[in-house]
């Protein structure tokens, strides 16, 4: 007899789907809990007398689903986040008077004055030269200051090699679905960003979890991972990590580098909150430029609502990723790349940036105040930190008790990628809009913390 022994449900179509329903089933229910091992491929075979190889092909189903992972000589298990929803933004009306510390916020209190910009624009001779059709690639002058943007990041780029994005979310879209197919497998952490896991989700392609410390990605184990699954491609955010915050060292990257070269994989870098901390390190694809795509993004940094990222790209993957966006939205709007690049030529993204940087700073001492004696990790200048929580907590259980008090917070479980999740949190430092809202959330979560842990 074996620890699982499920009731098959009743359904049309092939045996081996119908046991991926059973266990998308018994998730829901509770039945099967996040971390839990299933049977062998033979236990559960002989248990339902069904063969091995549809138990094998509805385990690989499950896994689809992202409901379950496997690790070679260790087993089946149920997902992490397989009970748990990975978006960070609700398709409900926020309840009024909710703190939030989950969604990290660019403080758009902070941004560039809209209105002046458009008024600068409105003045010139030919205004409505921004509003026709334009090259998918982007306007010259887009590209150009594209290039310019990826400068800060430590990227050395062309404004050939420049593609303009609505977004980091749309730059990744058209890089996975431009140089990608249904069915590839792509490396990234153990924990990663959540829009990550929903887009590789919906276009049919596979995140494989490699194992991390606190300094990041272990080469070692991308390089395991690589001698076992045809893997495609690697999706990193080296400088500050989304969600632990740690920073790939330089040994590290290279070494990612020589392993990317070595099984032929094409390097995705979204180093999203990077200009939040700037490092010393520069990105993991300079050092395999030919096989690496850069996102330069905005919305972190600048403002969320203008939509505009830059993708650096070699040549040989130009055509593919045009040729996505123009499949999806046909060219970023060139009116809101126009006020991006005026911006980044006059230097007010760059004194925007350091503003924002410094009320970050004001946040993080606030945060260290508050939750002194906790164990928690973050940049001094950054906008969230990730917070190791009490013996008997999850991240799940500390969602669900904090919005009862008021509060948004996101556990570990939306951001891991198969495995288990640790016991920890992303604690949002730029969610709310002041410094009093800010502490009266974190006093609320170290007060909860400090009770007794759910049962």
Same mark, same amino acid.
Not at 352 to 362: F, Y
Not at 372 to 380: A, C, D, W
Not at 410 to 428: H, W
């Given at each position: 007899?074996?620890?699982?022994?499920?009731?098959?449900?009743?359904?049309?179509?092939?045996?081996?789907?119908?046991l991926?329903?059973?266990?998308?089933?018994?998730i829901?229910?509770?039945?099967?809990?996040?971390?839990?091992k299933?049977?062998?491929?033979r236990?559960?075979?002989?248990?339902?007398?069904?063969?091995?190889?549809?138990?094998?092909?509805?385990?690989r189903?499950?896994?689809?689903?992202?409901?379950?992972?496997?690790?070679?000589?260790?087993?089946?298990?149920?997902?992490?986040?397989a009970?748990?929803?990975?978006? *960070? =933004?609700s398709? @409900?009306?926020?309840?009024? &008077? !909710?703190?939030e510390?989950? $969604?990290?916020?660019?403080?758009?209190h902070?941004?560039?004055?809209?209105?002046?910009?458009?008024k600068?624009?409105a003045?010139?001779?030919n205004?409505?030269?921004?509003?026709?059709y334009?090259?998918?690639?982007?306007?010259?002058?887009?590209?150009?200051?594209?290039?310019?943007?990826?400068?800060?990041?430590?990227?050395?780029?062309?404004?050939?090699?420049?593609?303009?994005?609505?977004?980091?979310?749309?730059?990744?879209?058209?890089?996975?679905?431009?140089?990608?197919?249904?069915?590839?497998?792509?490396?990234?952490?153990?924990?990663?960003?959540?829009?990550?896991?929903?887009?590789?989700?919906?276009?049919g392609?596979? *995140? =494989?979890?490699? @194992?991390?410390?606190?300094? &990041? !990605?272990?080469p070692?184990? $991308?390089?395991?991972?690589?001698?076992?699954?045809?893997?495609?491609a690697?999706?990193?955010?080296?400088?500050?990590?989304?969600?632990?915050?740690a920073?790939?060292?330089?040994?590290?990257?290279?070494?990612?580098?020589?392993?990317?070269?070595?099984h032929?994989?094409?390097?995705?870098?979204?180093?999203?909150?990077?200009?939040?901390?700037?490092?010393?390190?520069?990105p993991?694809?300079?050092?395999?430029r030919?096989r690496?795509?850069?996102?330069?993004?905005?919305?972190k940094?600048?403002?969320?609502?203008?939509?505009?990222?830059?993708?650096?790209t070699?040549?040989q993957?130009?055509?593919?990723?045009?040729?996505?966006? *123009?499949?999806?939205i046909?060219?970023?709007?060139?009116?809101n790349?126009?006020?991006?690049?005026m911006?980044?030529?006059?230097?007010?993204?760059?004194?925007?940036?350091?503003?924002?940087?410094?009320?970050?700073?004001?946040?993080?001492?606030?945060a260290?105040?508050?939750?002194?004696?906790?164990?928690?990790?973050?940049?001094?200048?950054g906008?969230?930190?990730?917070?190791?929580?009490?013996e008997?907590?999850t991240?799940?259980a500390?969602?669900?008790?904090?919005a009862?008090?008021?509060?948004?917070?996101?556990?570990?479980?939306?951001?891991?990628?198969?495995?288990?999740?640790?016991?920890?949190?992303?604690?949002?430092?730029?969610g709310?809009?002041?410094?009093?809202?800010?502490?009266?959330?974190?006093?609320? *979560?170290?007060?909860?913390?400090?009770?007794?842990?759910?049962?």
């Open positions: 007899m074996t620890i699982y022994s499920p009731f098959l449900v009743e359904a049309e179509g092939p045996l081996y789907s119908r991926a329903d059973t266990i998308q089933r018994d829901v229910a509770g039945v099967l809990v996040p971390g839990a299933l049977p062998t491929h236990d559960l075979a002989d248990e339902l007398g069904i063969n091995v190889s549809t138990v094998t092909r509805g385990y189903e499950a896994e689809k689903r992202g409901l379950v992972t496997g690790t070679v000589g260790r087993g089946t298990f149920v997902a992490s986040d009970a748990t929803s990975t978006s *960070l =933004v398709f @409900e009306p926020s309840c009024p &008077g !909710m703190l510390l989950g $969604l990290v916020a660019p403080l758009h902070m941004d560039p004055d809209i209105s002046e910009g458009f600068r624009i003045r010139r001779k205004p409505t030269y921004f509003m026709r334009t090259d998918p690639l982007g306007l010259p002058e887009h590209r150009r200051a594209g290039a310019d943007w990826a400068s800060r990041y430590g990227v050395d780029a062309e404004p050939e090699d420049v593609i303009v994005c609505a977004g980091a979310q749309h730059a990744l879209t058209c890089c996975l679905s431009g140089l990608l197919q249904a069915g590839d497998r792509i490396a990234t952490e153990a924990l990663t960003y959540p829009g990550m896991k929903t887009l590789t989700n919906m276009l392609m596979r *995140l =494989v979890s490699i @194992e991390m410390d606190e300094h &990041g !990605m272990i070692e184990s $991308l390089d395991t991972a690589c001698r076992r699954d045809e893997i495609k690697i999706y990193l955010m080296p400088g500050v990590h989304n969600p632990t915050t920073t790939l060292s330089e040994g590290r990257r290279t070494e990612i580098a020589h392993i990317a070269d070595r032929d994989l094409i390097i995705i870098e979204d180093d999203a909150y990077d200009l939040t901390d700037p490092g010393e390190y520069t993991v694809g300079n050092r395999a030919h690496s795509v850069y996102v330069a993004g905005m919305s940094s600048l403002a969320a609502g203008l939509r505009i990222s830059f993708i650096v070699p040549k993957f130009l055509k593919p990723i045009a040729q996505a966006v *123009l499949n999806t046909w060219m970023a709007p060139p009116l790349a126009e006020l991006a690049a911006w980044i030529n006059d230097g007010t993204a760059d004194q925007v940036v350091e503003n924002k940087r410094r009320a970050a700073a004001r946040r993080y001492m606030l260290c105040d508050v939750l002194e004696g906790f164990r928690f990790r973050g940049k001094p200048t906008f969230f930190i990730w917070l190791d929580l009490p008997g907590w991240g799940q500390l969602e669900q008790a904090a009862a008090k008021g509060v948004n917070v996101f556990g570990a479980e939306k951001f891991a990628v198969g495995t288990i999740a640790p016991a920890a949190a992303r604690v949002s430092l730029t709310t809009d002041d410094l009093d809202d800010l502490e009266r959330g974190l006093v609320i *979560l170290r007060d909860i913390l400090l009770g007794n842990p759910p049962v």
